[in-house]
């Protein structure tokens, strides 16, 4: 998303907008073939990174395993939470563009399926088809200060081990 920053954008269709400047002032506004401009290159950014994410959901052959971090996770699982109600598979396109991260697509699809319990607070989606589909999966949340703790405990059994194979070498 850093290229829809820049001072000016260029797109084979559109053509070429750029930022209006006032020297005087010292500030620059967007001009309205800019403001287009990054709308479309958005829309096209998302669309490449919904293939990419739709590549990587679909390789896997046995087990696939996420990992993501929230900044306020309650915040967010309140916003996924909704979407229990939505009643078709897709999300709706205002939803979907709005996304900043692949949980922002994922989240909401995954806290509509019965698996769900952590995220889904006991509510159930309306739509059976969905709340039933057969796959099998599920969500751990661990605290950031779990990990850090559970990355020191690793780090000195290894300084252990290191010093034990070192006496048995000698």
């Known amino acids: 998303m850093m290229d829809l920053n820049k001072k000016y954008l260029l797109d084979k269709e559109l053509g070429f907008g750029t930022k209006l400047i006032n020297p005087k002032l010292r500030v620059s ?32 052959k046995e087990k696939l395993y996420l990992v993501g971090t929230l900044k306020d996770p309650d915040k967010t699982i309140t916003n996924w939470r909704n979407h229990i109600a939505h009643q078709d598979w897709l999300l709706p396109d ?21 698996e769900c319990v952590v995220l889904g607070d006991g509510q159930i989606c309306l739509t059976e088809e969905i709340s039933s589909h057969p796959s099998r999966w599920t969500i751990q949340q661990v605290k950031g200060e779990e990990l ?19 006496k048995v070498k000698q």
């Open 94 to 114: 205002f939803e979907r563009a709005k996304a900043k991260s692949y949980l922002d697509w994922v989240g909401p699809a995954l806290i509509r399926h019965r």
């Open 29 to 60: 506004y967007p001009t309205l073939p800019y403001i287009a401009l990054k709308k479309k290159m958005r829309m096209e950014l998302l669309a490449e990174e919904m293939r990419v994410l739709y590549v990587a959901l679909t390789r896997a």
């Open 148 to 166: 850090v703790n559970h990355s020191r405990m690793i780090k000195s059994e290894m300084m252990n081990c290191s010093h034990l194979f070192k």
